[in-house]
């Protein structure tokens, strides 16, 4: 990420924002503070945060019952940063609303740099990232590898969805099942599908189950059409829901969980399907490589560029057939790339 430099006008506008934003955070705070004295709170209960809007979120009850009711909820104090997909502890307030008053545990979560180049989570408790490629644009190894490093990092297993199948003919064919075996061969799934061809999506479905997915992938390969298909309806009902939160405090950045309608849910926002494409380091990019790291270390120079150095543990697994040419090829431009932004 570049780094800007701010002018000091900037800078001052920047720290009155955020002395505005804590004034406002600890009047939140207090009303929580308030109404957890208060008797109209109701017992302690598990919930799953599905959306998150300025200092409130939206909770939902972890229950076996199918009536599903979302509750916007103030934070107690020091609950650090709630995101969608987190399961707390809630108490709902007998008029409206209610109060978070814990976070579980998370299993994973996944990050992105904010605007001072901080990571920051922005969704939790995710069970697999769809990385979506397509027959057109024709899929690329190296944004591929982008994205698997960066599900590896996070420590979520990724998947690979090829959509689009109903465009593969004599002219891509080849290229794209050699590209995709490459990947099986590593032990990753590899799904196909075309949202024009309803049997390849019920295999989805079936596959999705009762799993909480996120789709990332390159503009265009048919993530917007995917995740319609998978959720009929709710191009409608997140419009209904913007109409509702005009007061301006809702932007369509912010990740927002979705129920499928045979089971499973789906985490999306514009922010989350850009997810891997900032910045790794080199330690993450070779970690991420899964077949790179039982050779990781093995290098005569401990900083060893993999490339052309007498005695690298990679490039002789590599002539061992132990590293794919794609992807040792695919690891340089990557690393190329970090290092011109650094
Ligand atoms: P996104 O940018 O990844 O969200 O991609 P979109 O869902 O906007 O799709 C990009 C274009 O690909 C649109 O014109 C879609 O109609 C088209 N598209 C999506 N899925 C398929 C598919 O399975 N087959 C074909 N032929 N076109 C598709
Ligand atoms: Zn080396």
């Known amino acids: 990420m570049s780094k800007r430099k701010l002018t000091k006008q900037q800078t ?42 300025g200092t409130q979120v939206e909770v939902e009850s972890i229950s ?3 009536v599903k009711i979302a509750t916007r909820c103030n934070l107690r104090a020091n609950l650090g940063q709630l995101v969608t997909g987190d399961k707390v502890v809630w108490r709902a307030n007998q008029q409206e609303g209610g109060v978070v008053v814990a976070r579980l545990d998370r299993d994973n979560d996944l990050c992105r740099p904010d605007m001072h180049g901080r990571l920051k989570p922005i969704a939790a408790n995710i069970d697999h990232i769809i990385v979506v490629v397509a027959a057109e644009p024709l899929a690329h190894a190296n944004l591929i590898d982008r994205y698997l490093v960066a599900a590896e990092t996070a420590g979520i ?15 891509n064919k080849d ?12 032990g990753y799934q590899v799904l196909r599908t075309s949202t024009k061809q309803k049997d390849s999506m019920d295999e989805l479905y079936g596959f999705l189950g009762d799993k909480t997915s996120v789709f990332v992938g390159q503009s265009g390969v048919g993530k917007s059409s995917l995740v319609n298909t998978l959720l009929p309806g709710v191009d409608l009902s997140v419009g209904e829901l913007s109409q509702k939160r005009k007061k301006g405090t809702h932007t369509t950045t912010t990740a927002r969980l979705f129920h499928m309608p045979k089971g499973g849910d789906l985490i999306d926002s514009p922010g989350i399907r850009e997810f891997g494409l900032w910045h790794i380091s080199i330690e ?15 290098c005569r120079f401990r900083d ?12 002789q697994a590599r002539e061992e057939n132990k590293i794919s040419d794609i992807r040792y090829q695919s690891f340089l431009r990557i690393k190329n790339s970090i290092l011109e932004n650094l």
């Open 12 to 53: 001052w506008r920047i720290e009155k924002i955020h002395a505005e934003r804590s004034k406002r955070v600890n009047k939140r705070n207090t009303k929580a503070e308030e109404a957890l004295l208060s008797s109209d709170l109701g017992p302690e209960t598990e919930g799953l945060i599905l959306s998150h809007f």
């Open 64 to 66: 076996e019952s199918d």
């Open 157 to 171: 297993p990724p998947v690979i969805l090829l959509n689009k199948i109903d465009l593969i003919d004599e002219s």
């Open 175 to 186: 290229s794209l099942n050699n590209l995709l075996s490459t990947y099986e061969n590593l």
């Open 284 to 298: 993450e990019l070779l970690e991420g490589f899964i077949e790179f790291r039982e050779h990781i270390g093995y």
């Open 304 to 315: 060893c560029a993999h490339k052309e150095e007498p005695g690298c543990a990679l490039q």
